[in-house]
């Protein structure tokens, strides 16, 4: 009786151990499936990480050859200014040599019309414009051709504002002017 009692206890037990055994089993495939699928989500994470640090790298150096191609424009854009600085400033400075020089040139043309019209024996001579557009003297004084030089009678004879056109260079009759001018020259000489 207690040997069968034994082997009752012990088919039991026995029972038990493998009902256990089974749970345990079970739980280790269970076990082992999560484990594999979070191995997979792993390995997906690890794609996806791949991935993002590819997207970063090619963004870095989209970033970079944005930042070159800026840093290009800017200096480019920089030096253009700078060059059209530059020319805008020699262009004043050149305008403003030539302004001096018209200054000077238009003083000089006032001091003799003022020292020509302040001497008292020489009568102011004047021009006028025929239909043909030729040049003629209105009045004049024999003594002027003997006393007067040549760029001197001319500028006594014309009007300031024709002087002033002259000096510029702007006189639209400037080569009737100068044939008209030659020619008093010759009748002087002559």
């Known amino acids: 009786m207690a040997m069968a009692e034994r082997e009752i206890a012990l088919t039991e037990e026995l029972r038990s151990v493998a009902e256990r055994n089974q749970k345990l089993e079970r739980a280790l495939a269970s076990s082992r499936a999560r484990e594999e699928s979070l191995w997979k989500k792993i390995d997906l994470m690890r794609i996806e990480e791949r991935k993002l640090e590819e997207a970063e ?47 000077r040139r238009l003083e000089e043309a006032q001091a003799k019309l003022e020292l020509y019209a302040s001497n008292g024996d020489r009568p ?11 040049l003629l003297k209105s009045s004049g004084d024999q003594k ?47």
């Not at 102011?124 to 030729?134: K, L, Y």
Request: aromatic share 6%; proline share 1%; with cysteine.
């Open 144 to 190: 002027l051709g003997k006393n007067g030089g040549g760029l001197e009678r001319l500028l006594v004879m014309w009007s300031k504002p024709a002087v002033e056109s002259f000096a510029l260079g702007r006189n639209k009759n400037g080569k009737k002017a100068v044939a008209w001018y030659q020619k008093i020259i010759h009748q002087d000489q002559g």
């Open 124 to 134: 102011r001579e004047t021009i006028h414009r025929q239909d043909q557009g030729s």
């Open 57 to 103: 790298e090619r963004l870095c150096a989209q970033l970079g050859q944005l930042e070159v191609e800026y840093m290009e424009q800017s200096r480019a854009h920089k030096e253009q200014l700078e060059m059209e600085r530059s020319a805008h400033s020699r262009d004043l400075q050149r305008l403003a040599e030539e302004f001096a020089a018209v200054e």
